[in-house]
């Protein structure tokens, strides 16, 4: 689901609890490490997400925050902060040559490139998650 984040909205947080959970509590963050991800480039991306994109002429960054029951995508466009909300029974993920994923939930798909070995890493830490939470 994408949703426009820029501003602080009680339906759109209970929506987002709804879907991937409460953000973790200090205690899970010393547990799991790190929640957030690097800045990915978006190398492409489905038509309502690379119209936002294409508004302005600089290059297109996002970055990924586990959550108990999913992931949020957020990448800016102008100056609107946007969520792709991903629950884990949704997400699909590939990996195609280089170093480059692919972020799936129904019909919308971003591709990012994962540069560093910390990216690479963050991405396993997602699929490590991922099947956590199909276990429990």
């Known amino acids: 689901m994408l949703l426009n984040i820029s501003y602080n909205s009680d339906k759109n947080e209970e929506l987002i609890i709804s879907l991937v959970g409460k953000p973790y509590n200090i205690w899970s963050l010393i547990k799991i490490g790190k929640i957030g991800s690097p800045r990915l480039q978006i190398i492409s991306a489905s038509k309502e997400i690379s119209k936002l994109l294409s508004y302005d002429n600089n290059?297109?960054?996002?970055?990924?925050?586990?959550?108990?029951?999913?992931?949020?995508?957020?990448?800016?466009?102008?100056?609107?902060?946007?969520?792709l909300i991903i629950p884990y029974y949704k997400?699909?993920?590939?990996?195609?040559?280089?170093?480059?994923?692919?972020?799936?939930?129904?019909?919308?798909?971003?591709?990012?490139?994962?540069?560093?070995?910390?990216?690479?890493d963050f991405i396993k830490k997602i699929l490590i998650q991922k099947n956590r939470n199909f276990v429990n």
């Not at 699909?92 to 690479?120: G, M, P, Q, R």
């Open 59 to 83: 290059i297109d960054w996002c970055n990924i925050e586990l959550r108990p029951k999913g992931v949020i995508l957020r990448f800016r466009s102008l100056l609107e902060t946007y969520g």
């Open 91 to 120: 997400l699909t993920l590939f990996k195609s040559d280089s170093n480059e994923y692919s972020f799936y939930c129904d019909t919308i798909k971003i591709k990012v490139v994962a540069k560093t070995k910390n990216s690479i």
